[in-house]
């Protein structure tokens, strides 16, 4: 990993260091991990339920999340607080 990207794992719209989040081996992305901010209080998730709700009629949200491959930030779903928890790749692990 670049120390370019290395710097960026502080989410833009809460400030809390994103965790590394383990891609479920049956996606099609073709990364190993993601960086994914899992502040429950980060502004972009808990504005994302009201967002998801009044324009898709859908009871979900979304996470900030970086691809440490092409250094890209993308919105990745979830449906509830817990969703995708279980993914998060410890440091010692």
Not at 64 to 87: E, F, Q, R
Request: glycine share 4%.
């Amino acid at each position: 990993m670049s120390e370019k990207t290395e710097l960026k794992t502080t989410c833009p719209h809460c400030e809390a260091q994103m965790l590394k989040w383990q891609v479920p081996p049956d996606s099609t992305w073709i990364n190993e991990y993601f960086w994914v901010c899992f502040n429950d209080e980060c502004p972009y998730y808990v504005r994302g339920w009201n967002i998801m709700s009044e324009k898709y009629q859908q009871n979900a949200s979304y996470r900030h999340s970086l691809n440490p491959d092409t250094g890209t930030t993308s919105p990745i779903p979830v449906w509830s607080a817990s969703a995708l928890k279980s993914g998060i790749i410890s440091e010692e692990g």
